[in-house]
């Protein structure tokens, strides 16, 4: 079964500071994607790789955040330095080889509060 | 700016009685629509989806309708349970990636 483990499942830190937020997909997979979720806008798309390559990162807010994807099993999205406006819930999501038409398979998101 | 909307930020039902949740969107070259059920401190969940080349797609107490001609869909649930109680997300295939409303609060009362 497609899966997707996210840590920290909390994150609290102050203003300022790196956070890292770590994704692993434990299944097959073709693409992976980092989504955030607030009130204001709801799911956003941050970024998506398609076989570990980078392919639209144009949701990305701004050059304190970037995303890497080391190799199939691992996924970090990066804050540095992070501010209080960042703090939502952050998503990792996979769609599986076996899925044609778009279905994402989320992780239970990791969320950050930045004081 | 939003090519996926969600209108209603919430609504309240009785059980037993229909919930429509409605979406519209604006890019007419999206050619598959999802919806998503998502429950506090869990990830959303794929619930139904709908080819851009039909109009109605059913699953158990759960049916999805495109208009393509008003760019609007709506999922009704018949009848809501209790357990229905979540946010309800609208997506759209762009066509390698997801495009989200901000999502339905959704309410079923006992």
């Known amino acids: 079964d497609a899966g997707v483990i996210q840590s920290p499942r909390h994150e609290v830190t102050e203003m300022g500071q790196e956070v890292t937020l770590r994704c692993k997909p434990i299944s097959g997979h073709n693409s992976l994607f980092w989504y955030r979720q607030t009130m204001m806008r709801g799911l956003e798309l941050l970024i998506y790789?398609?076989?570990?390559?980078?392919?639209?990162d144009s949701g990305m807010p701004e050059d304190r955040f970037s995303a890497k994807m080391p190799n199939a099993s691992f996924s970090t999205l990066k804050i540095q330095p992070s501010e209080p406006r960042d703090s939502a819930v952050y998503f990792c999501a996979i769609r599986t080889i076996s899925f044609a038409n778009g279905e994402l398979f989320f992780g239970e998101g990791s969320r950050l509060t930045v004081l | 700016d939003q090519q996926v909307k969600q209108n209603s930020p919430s609504l309240s039902v009785q059980e037993g009685r229909i919930s429509i949740l409605n979406c519209d969107y604006t890019?007419?070259?999206?050619?598959?629509f999802l919806w998503y059920k998502k429950y506090p401190a869990e990830g959303p969940t794929f619930l139904i989806s709908?080819?851009?080349?039909?109009d109605k797609n059913e699953d158990g107490r759960f049916t999805v309708f495109l208009n393509k001609s008003a760019k609007h869909l709506s999922l009704h649930i018949v009848p809501s349970q209790p357990g229905d109680s979540a946010v309800y997300f609208c997506?759209?295939?762009?066509?390698?990636?997801?495009?989200f409303g901000k999502g339905t609060k959704l309410t079923v009362n006992p």
């Open positions: 790789f398609n076989n570990n390559v980078p392919i639209d």
């Open positions: 709908i080819s851009s080349i039909k």
């Open positions: 890019n007419s070259m999206f050619d598959y």
């Open positions: 997506a759209a295939s762009a066509p390698e990636k997801l495009v």
